[in-house]
């Protein structure tokens, strides 16, 4: 018995790295996978159908079922055709894991407008049209589902050179927690994994040339598949980050905050005089 017997699951980006171990996992808890990839760069420039193809034919070979799809999740012509990839080869959908990202890294005073906009397409742009067009065939079939977001310590806490990631990565977690709202009664749980792995995107970072084998795409999997299985059934809108053996949550909190003594409109004066009470946890 397989954690996920029977299910149709939509992985995104899962030509290499961390989508790449979802997909085989996945496959080997009994899931009928969409293996999507763009095929491109780490910037996002060029496509090629070989990632997504590769990692369908692992599967295959290992006795699961696979289907590859190379579209682009930034368009809402790429978003309607991944999941009419699985409709046409599954019947259905039951997972969507929108995993696919870039790095456009710059210092915010030298990033250019192109930067950000790709970015910003590619993670921002793709889970909200992915998710929409996942959550629509989710609720045409009467309901059920388990969508999966990928954010990052970058959009939760931010990171130097990386404002156009951020900024998507955090708009991820936004669209987590509003999702997660809207389509509880369709029993959809949204939530979001917050990964740390050496890969492509990563293996340049000083944190990974000693990390050996104790970061890998293979201790995020597992948390994904958490969160796309029936365990997690009655959770939704959070954020479970996985750095290697550690595994975490990421979640804004808000401080009971202070009420005026005197009631009325604070003034800037006051607001610095009672500031470590406002922001006391
Ligand atoms: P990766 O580069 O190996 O995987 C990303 C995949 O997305 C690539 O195979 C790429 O071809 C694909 N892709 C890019 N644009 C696409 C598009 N428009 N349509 C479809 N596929 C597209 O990198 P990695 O590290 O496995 O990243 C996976 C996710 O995890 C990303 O969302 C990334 O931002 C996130 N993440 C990774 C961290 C890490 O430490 N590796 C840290 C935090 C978040």
């Known amino acids: 018995m397989g954690l996920l017997d029977g299910k149709v699951a939509i992985i995104t980006g899962a030509g290499g790295g961390i989508g790449r171990e979802e997909a085989l996992l996945f496959a080997r808890e009994g899931a009928k996978v969409v293996v999507n990839d763009l095929g491109g760069t ?22 699961g079922q696979a289907a590859p799809s ?24 039951d997972i969507l894991v929108n995993n696919a990202g870039i790095v456009r890294d710059k210092t915010l005073l030298k990033m250019d407008e192109g930067m950000w906009d790709a970015v910003i397409a590619v993670h921002l742009k793709g889970t909200f049209l992915c998710t929409q067009a996942a959550a629509k065939q989710m609720v ?23 404002a156009n990631y951020a900024a998507a990565k955090a708009g991820i977690y936004g669209l987590t927690r ?18 740390i792995a050496k890969t492509r995107l990563t293996e340049d ?39 290697g053996a ?27 005089d009672h500031w470590d009470a406002i922001i006391k946890l």
């Open 178 to 195: 509003t999702a997660a709202i809207e389509l509880q009664k369709q029993r959809i749980t949204v939530n979001a994994v917050a990964p």
């Open 42 to 63: 780490r910037d996002g420039s060029g496509s090629s159908d070989a990632m997504a193809a590769q990692v369908a034919e692992e599967i295959k070979a290992a006795g």
């Open 205 to 243: 970072l000083p944190m990974f040339q000693s990390a050996g084998d104790t970061l890998t795409p293979a201790h995020v999997a597992p948390a994904a598949l958490f969160l796309a299985s029936d365990l997690c059934a009655d959770k939704t809108g959070n954020v479970l980050a996985v750095a």
């Open 246 to 272: 550690q595994m975490y949550i990421y979640k804004v909190v808000q401080s009971p905050g202070k009420f005026k003594d005197e009631g009325g409109v604070w003034t800037a004066q006051e607001i610095a």
């Open 70 to 93: 190379f579209h682009s999740v930034a368009t809402p012509e790429g978003a309607a055709k991944i999941v009419k990839t699985a409709v046409d080869a599954f019947g259905r959908v």
């Open 140 to 162: 045409a079939q009467g309901g059920g589902g388990r969508i999966v977001n990928t954010t990052s310590v970058s959009g939760m806490l931010g990171n130097f050179g990386q």
